[in-house]
């Protein structure tokens, strides 16, 4: 059983990285594995909707880890994305990296497996960002994991995000539900359901 965790923020070792952190020790404590991966120190480039991905079966940018993000996915039961808020959405690093990974990876590697967000700010636009980053899972058939609030520490400091009680009780809340989940369907006997061939229509009739 293992979780793929994604820190959106430029900074290493800051807030959102701290957050994911505390979701990596209690992802631990439930005996699941996990692993983070930082994507976003660097400028990440933005999907140029070449739809080369389509005959590759990956993103034709193969140096900034969405296609190592992608592969990890093959064998995880879970995605968790993490970004800093930035003018009240996610960062434009991880917006970028989130539009790629999705449209470009095998979606079958998604489907049916957990996803869940988090967001870290000095003090608002959480949860704008936070829903932006939760359609990700939603248009790919992965079944939102809940916690007992919307998953947003604040602070502008790793050490600020450490006194942010609630926001540390919600991420470990959610590495609990996320793991209990994966445990849940890790049991499960039921097949997956029969998958449509995908519509897609441009609104046109
Ligand atoms: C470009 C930029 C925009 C930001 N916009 C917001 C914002 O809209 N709301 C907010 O509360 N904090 C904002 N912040 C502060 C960060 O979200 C906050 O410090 C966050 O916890 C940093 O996380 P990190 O250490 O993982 O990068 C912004 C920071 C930057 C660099």
Redesign the pocket.
């Known amino acids: 059983m293992k979780v793929v965790l994604v820190n959106g923020?430029?900074?290493p070792n800051?807030?959102?990285?701290t957050g994911l952190s505390i979701i990596k020790e209690q992802l631990a404590k439930q005996g699941v594995d996990s692993e983070i991966f930082q994507v976003g120190a660097k400028p990440i480039i933005g999907c140029t909707a070449c739809v080369k991905c389509r005959t590759l079966g990956k993103c034709v940018f193969d140096d900034d880890g969405v296609n190592r993000v992608a592969e990890a996915m093959a064998t995880a039961d879970g995605l968790v994305l993490g970004s800093?808020?930035?003018?009240?959405g996610a960062s434009g690093a991880l917006t970028s990296f989130a539009d790629r990974l999705f449209y470009s990876m095998d979606k079958k590697n998604l489907r049916l497996k957990f996803g869940a967000s988090i967001v870290?700010?000095?003090?608002?636009?959480a949860t704008a960002a936070f829903d932006q980053l939760n359609k990700y899972f939603t248009i790919s058939q992965m079944p939102l994991v809940p916690s007992n609030y919307w998953n947003q520490i604040h602070?502008?400091t790793p050490e600020e995000v450490m006194k942010d009680e609630e926001g540390l009780q919600t991420l470990r809340v959610l590495a609990n539900n996320m793991a209990y989940l994966i445990k849940c369907a890790a049991q499960s006997n039921v097949p997956l359901p029969e998958e449509e061939p995908k519509i897609t229509t441009n609104f046109i009739r």
């Open positions: 923020s430029p900074k800051g807030c959102t990285y800093p808020v930035h003018y009240a870290s700010c000095r003090r608002g636009g602070g502008h």
